[in-house]
């Protein structure tokens, strides 16, 4: 599978433009799927030299993408579509928020359906949640 992952709010606290604090098992999560043979790319608002940063941090930790805000290394981002081809976005920023990397990493090891109704602390998370939208 090929899984598309955010870094600021995803992989480590919001922080940008500097890196924040890691997430918990964010990069024990990520590098396990690297060993079950999924492929990560990292999918950032970060460009230049702040990219640069996020993907050394990375490294530093033992994460390696394979991709950075593309399909695939040589890609030409000058004339590629800006749309990537993943079959997994792990962001911040999806609707409710972000799980745990536990919840998430099960949802992808065991397949399931993302039934997130159901699930107590997810719902408790997004609760919490700030902003214009406000769940009863």
């Keep these: 599978m090929v899984i598309a992952v955010d870094f600021d709010g995803t ?7 500097q890196i924040g604090k890691i997430i ?5 999560t990520l590098k396990q799927l690297q060993n079950e043979n999924h492929t990560l790319i990292l999918w950032t608002v970060r460009e230049g ?5 996020a993907v050394r941090f990375c490294a530093d930790n ?7 805000n593309a399909n695939f ?6 004339t590629a579509p800006r749309k990537l081809k ?5 962001d911040d920023r999806n609707f409710g928020g972000l799980p745990n990397w536990h919840f998430i990493y099960e949802v992808i090891q065991e397949k399931k359906a ?4 159901f699930d107590s602390e997810f719902t408790a998370r997004r609760q ?7 769940f009863k």
């Design 49 to 53: 030299e702040l990219l640069q940063e």
């Design 24 to 28: 918990p098992f964010a990069f024990d």
């Design 128 to 134: 919490k949640k700030k902003g214009w939208f406000i």
């Design 11 to 17: 992989i480590v606290e919001h922080k940008y433009p």
């Design 62 to 68: 033992g994460l390696y993408f394979f991709a950075h």
């Design 86 to 90: 993943a079959d997994l976005f792990i």
């Design 73 to 78: 290394p040589e890609e030409d981002r000058s």
């Design 114 to 117: 993302l039934n997130l109704q």
